[in-house]
């Protein structure tokens, strides 16, 4: 389904749902990307971190429906994380040209 | 804040000068739809929402709300990639609002050099995903098969004579033989990330996703963003599948995704290379 967006002819856009791209990629980038301007509400570092416990919840009603086990205790640093979400957030970009 | 009343949700900007039809996309609020805010040279996008949704209480709540978070989510994204159609697209993160279309216009004039320098420079660009996942264990044996020697090989004969012996020369194989799956991995992960920023303007390392949360099996060794001229998705896109082929064998894979909205680029890149 992934490729299939790749595949696609030129010119073609396809929205979120059409790609059925996993809802953690979407987030990763909606929440822990884009332009972050200080509205009169705008999701701060530590509604990430919500954010991250709600997927936990997911996660683990997931992980009982297919057995109840998750992976290890001490993940690698979390894409959600605040201290990722402000990475993303500044300007960490390399250039190319 | 007060939970009363109707805010501004905005999604991104695009340039005025773009055709960018959002008539017919829902948006976060569906019942209000998608407008345009025109300031000058800047076209912002916004929804009119209910603080009793998206004021800073109901927020805090809504984001522990799976099925909210994941509406909004897709909602927002949506948006993006239909701006993306536009000319150029700069993306706000999720869920930023203002209290009225005075506060958007002061924002949009505060922050208009910005604004205009990266519509500029994402003009004609989109952004793609490249993830890349290792299952360890296959990598193992694929690499072993590759270099033809059995599981174990080197200790067989050893067993008898010196069973403590052989039990820890099994164990430093077997580490040898991760670390070696490890090394693969990465100078894979970093060959096919410098094939793609060959075809890319600019590209962005993020953090792997956690194995839980990716709903991936395996272990993911390169999650990169690239930033890419639309005129070369094509290639781009060939490129990373013909990558993605060529490892195959090696229990590597590979997941494209794109084109998104320019999330990962919104900021100026501090060092060229």
Known sequence: ?97 | MSESGNGLYVYCVVPTTAACPVQDVPGVAPDAGVEKLIDGGLTALVSRVRFGEFGSDALKRNLENLPWLQRTAYAHDAVLARALGAEAVVPFRMCTIFADEARVREMLNAERDMLLDALARLARRAEWSIKMMIDSQRLEEALRRRSRLPAGTGISGADEAAPGHAFFERKKLAQRSREHARSVARTTAAQIDAHLREHSVASQALPPLRRELSGESGEMVLNAAYLVDRAAEQAFASEARELAARHDDLAIRLTITGPWAPYNFVSIPKEAT
């Open chain 1, 1 to 97: 389904m992934n490729e299939q967006a790749a595949l696609l002819p030129e010119g073609t856009t396809v929205t979120a749902s059409d790609r059925d791209v996993a809802l953690v990629e979407v987030l990763d980038r909606a929440l822990g990307a884009g332009v972050v301007i200080s509205g009169e509400v705008t999701i701060s570092l530590a509604d990430i971190d919500l954010v991250e416990l709600s997927l936990r919840l997911l996660v683990g009603s997931v992980g009982t429906i297919r057995g109840g086990r998750l992976d290890d205790a001490s993940p690698p640093p979390l894409a959600l994380s605040p201290g990722e979400a402000a990475n993303n957030a500044s300007t960490a970009t390399s250039k190319h040209q």
